[in-house]
């Protein structure tokens, strides 16, 4: 598992990092060597044919041992400067065949090249309707989440900050005049220590004249 991460790592280093450098250098040069632009588009045209190619052929080939090296091979093949392996499979493979069959390539790019914008608003309105399907249901989804009790709420009284106990109502008293309190306070002195002083001149001379 390390051995083919590691030559994943090797193969983009050396097949895509540093040819990418290499060329970003002959393009910056203030005379660009034609020879060398050629080159590098060459080498590009191969590198994305095999790309292409492994799409669709990676489940046929990726279990033959040695792959990933084979392929890493290859690719420092192509640019090294001993070897220059683009122009002999440019020449020798690929131009032959592109050649022979390029009307017909270009004939189906075309196709393809104005069908592209419908095919693209055709994704785009299917991406669209999608998403504003998920997107009102989340909504629903939190506004349900929302407004929902949870059960330890609805177990809990509601807390009162008043620790105060209830004050009971104190009964009404009745008003008094001063003359029924006189009253009442000369019949308990009547009762207790003799006659009422309270009592009115007349009753005071009557039991003093049956007494």
């Not at 095999?50 to 799409?55: A, G, N, P």
């Not at 392996?85 to 690929?94: A, P």
């Not at 131009?95 to 075309?110: A, C, N, Q, T």
């Not at 308990?188 to 009115?200: E, K, S, Y």
């Amino acid at each position: 598992m390390l051995g083919d991460f590691i030559t994943r790592c090797l193969i983009l280093l050396f097949g895509y990092t540093y040819p990418a450098f290499e060329c970003f250098k002959t393009v910056e040069k203030n005379r660009a060597d034609i020879e060398q632009l050629r080159f590098w588009c060459q080498y590009w045209i191969i590198v994305a044919i095999i790309t292409v190619f492994e799409r669709f052929a990676d489940i046929l080939i990726s279990w033959v041992p040695m792959y990933g090296e084979m392929k890493l091979a290859f690719f420092i093949y192509l640019w090294h400067p001993k070897t220059m392996g683009t122009s002999y499979v440019f020449e020798v493979f690929l131009r032959p065949y592109v050649s022979r069959h390029e009307p017909e390539i270009d004939r189906k790019l075309s196709e393809m090249r104005a069908r592209a914008w419908d095919v693209a608003l055709l994704y785009w309105e299917s991406f669209a309707s999608q998403g504003q399907a998920k997107f009102f249901e989340v909504l629903r989804y939190l506004a349900a989440q929302s407004y929902k009790p949870s059960p330890d709420s609805a177990q809990k009284t509601p807390l009162s900050f008043n620790h105060d106990p209830p004050r009971q109502q104190e009964p009404q008293k009745e008003p008094t005049s001063e003359y029924s309190h006189r009253t009442r306070w000369g019949s308990r002195i009547a009762g207790n220590a003799g006659p009422n002083p309270f009592l009115h001149q007349n009753e005071l001379s009557d039991v003093r004249e049956r007494g």
